[in-house]
T-cell receptor
């Protein structure tokens, strides 16, 4: 079974631009979560989607948004990029959102650098 | 609010046991997890423990949970150089999907 895939793996943007990251979950998984990882703040939850609906959202500004498609693939978008948005963005998929041990399987991440 | 804390660094010799510690503040945490992150990679779920358990063993890994002190530990027996990585402790609540992570402990295993 293929794991979680994220594209692109690396991205360089300049301040003010916008970016879209993509995540394909494990086949059969319907829950996708996004996390931001930075050296200073560590791993922080962005949002979670299940069956095309956002179930939870972390404490991030409205510049960060996401969506999920009917095939469970998810995208996240960051508009008006700031230097502080430079981070590793991790996507995780799960077969069941919440309800017991939450076994999330992570992708390799997209490394975003904002210049 | 919730907070998960870990020591930042641990260095051991190959063949020794490693013990990585974590403390959490939210007593309503239901599940506690250990993840491993190798350089340039995502997170790999190693093991998890339900909050009504005291201990869980899985091959070389032993998880101990002291709910009274809100203390979680991960013991790696016979540590190998391939175990060198960053280890994250995380908590979640049944019915919710948000994981709250600690800042991670870098484990360095020397030959």
């Amino acid at each position: 079974k293929a794991g979680v895939t994220q594209t692109p793996r690396y991205l360089i943007k300049t301040r003010g631009q916008q970016v879209t990251l993509s995540c394909s979950p494990i086949s059969g998984h319907r829950s996708v979560s996004w996390y931001q990882q930075t050296p200073g703040q560590g791993l922080q939850f962005l949002f979670e989607y299940f069956s095309e609906t956002q179930r939870n959202k972390g404490n991030f500004p409205g510049r960060f948004s996401g969506r999920q498609f009917s095939n469970s693939r998810s995208e996240m978008n960051v508009s008006t990029l700031e230097l502080g948005d430079s981070a590793l963005y991790l996507c995780a998929s799960s077969s069941v959102p919440g309800g017991g041990a939450y076994e999330q399987f992570f992708g390799p991440g997209t490394r975003l650098t904002v210049l | 609010g919730e907070d998960v804390e870990q020591s930042l660094f641990l260095s051991v010799r190959e063949g020794d046991s490693s013990v990585i510690n974590c403390t959490y503040t939210d007593s309503s945490s239901t599940y506690l997890y250990w993840y491993k992150q190798e350089p340039g990679a995502g997170l790999q779920l190693l093991t998890y423990i339900f909050s009504n358990m005291d201990m869980k063993q899985d091959q070389r890994l032993t998880v101990l949970l002291n709910k009274k002190d809100k203390h979680l530990s991960l013991r790696i027996a016979d540590t190998q150089t391939g175990d060198s990585a960053i280890y994250f402790c995380a908590e979640s609540y049944s019915g919710y999907s948000t994981l709250t992570f600690g800042k991670g402990t870098m484990l360095l295993v020397s030959p």
